[in-house]
């Protein structure tokens, strides 16, 4: 137990992004620091009134400090993390590790044996343009998606039982992808993005790519290339790009390219990519569409927008569904829900 506690009060604090010693300011000095290190190492476990007191300052329920649901995550390719210090990318694991905690024990209490399959395992090493549009289209069939706009990509990559997590962090991070104890697929993506739903649809589909794919002996960029290009050709196929725009063209109006952007949910700069890559435009183009953008400053603010939601309720279905069959009380369904037990019961009091 005292193990359990150390692990979780560490967690806890570089959520938080404090030191040992921030943490003993935040509590104005309560608790020192020499007796928050003996904590942290697994020497004593504090009593009631002092986890009160740190859960408090640190935001996490009592509980949180001795849920022992394993959560162990896989190699994470720092390239993400490249931009940020130290301290933020401790944040940015642990928030990933807590919310997997929390979704990994409601499925152990229900019983659930989630398990993951590769649809393009077998597919090959990749190197090439034409290898990752064609694993675009498989996977596409695999997944039994046809040809059309693909609504919610959060919603069908948790139906494909890959976790997705939500985080509140620094504005330089997009996302990240990994595998937890060896075997469950992980993508989490920024909320501070959620204002370009386009833009968090192609994150999720450039990890995706990072997850399903073996690339063979190419640069960290070419990499990064081909996992958008993935992305890209997931969202919008070949065969449906060029059914919008025909199959070659010299130039492509900004209607025509919002209206495309709206009924995919890709925004109208990866059109454009997608266009070219696809051979429908030639480079010269390309640059001189991108010019454009740059002069008339839609690089961050396309002059059409994508109103789709991403999203998915799977984790507060089974939060229910445990509830309301007795297998957790009220109390573990807050802490569960990262939530005090009066917000609960004040968020979802129609509810039961």
């Known amino acids: 137990m005292k193990k359990v ?4 009060f560490k967690s806890a604090r570089l959520m938080k992004g ?16 020499q007796a928050l290190h003996r904590y942290e190492k697994g020497e004593v476990i504090p009593d009631n009134d002092k986890i009160n007191l740190l859960s408090k300052a640190l935001d996490v329920n009592p509980d949180f400090f001795f849920r022992s649901t394993k959560v162990e995550l896989g190699e994470i390719e720092y390239r993400k993390l490249s931009k940020m210090p130290k301290k933020e990318a401790s944040i940015i694991k642990e928030k990933t590790k807590e919310y997997l905690s929390r979704y990994l024990e409601l499925e152990e209490i229900l019983g659930l044996v989630v398990v993951f399959e590769n ?9 090439s343009y034409e290898q990752v549009n064609e694993a675009a289209n ?18 069908l990559l948790e139906e494909k039982s890959i976790k997705v ?13 990994t595998f937890v104890n060896g075997n469950i697929p992980v993508i989490a993506y920024n909320i501070k ?8 649809r192609l994150t999720l589909l450039h ?3 990072h997850l399903l794919l073996t690339f063979g002996d190419i640069t960290p960029k070419q990499k990064e290339t081909l996992c958008y290009q993935f992305a890209g050709a ?28 709206k009924q995919y949910g890709i925004s109208m700069q990866a059109i454009v990519m997608r266009a070219r890559d696809c051979g429908i435009i030639n480079e010269h183009y390309t640059k001189q569409f991108f010019f454009l953008i740059n002069q008339m400053n839609w690089k961050v603010d396309e002059p059409a927008e994508y109103y789709g939601v991403e999203g998915s309720n799977r984790f507060e279905q089974l939060l229910f569904r445990a509830l309301i069959e007795g297998q957790i009380s009220m109390s573990k369904a807050a802490s569960l829900n990262n939530q005090t037990l009066a917000d609960f019961r004040k968020e979802y009091q129609l509810a039961f």
């Open 5 to 8: 506690f150390a692990e979780r």
């Open 18 to 33: 404090f030191s040992l010693q921030d943490l003993a300011n935040e509590i104005d000095g309560k608790l020192s620091r």
């Open 119 to 127: 649809p393009l395992e077998s597919f090959g090493v990749i190197t």
């Open 138 to 155: 498989e996977l596409r069939k695999f997944w039994n998606l046809g040809d059309n706009a693909i609504f919610n990509i959060v919603e």
């Open 165 to 177: 997590v939500k985080l509140d962090v620094d504005e330089d991070f997009d996302g990240l992808q």
């Open 193 to 200: 993005k959620t204002n370009k739903p386009d833009r968090i």
């Open 207 to 209: 990890e995706l790519a």
């Open 234 to 261: 997931v969202l919008l196929p070949e065969k449906t790009l060029k059914a919008e725009l025909g199959e070659h063209r010299n130039k492509l109006s900004i209607n025509e390219l919002g209206n495309i952007k």
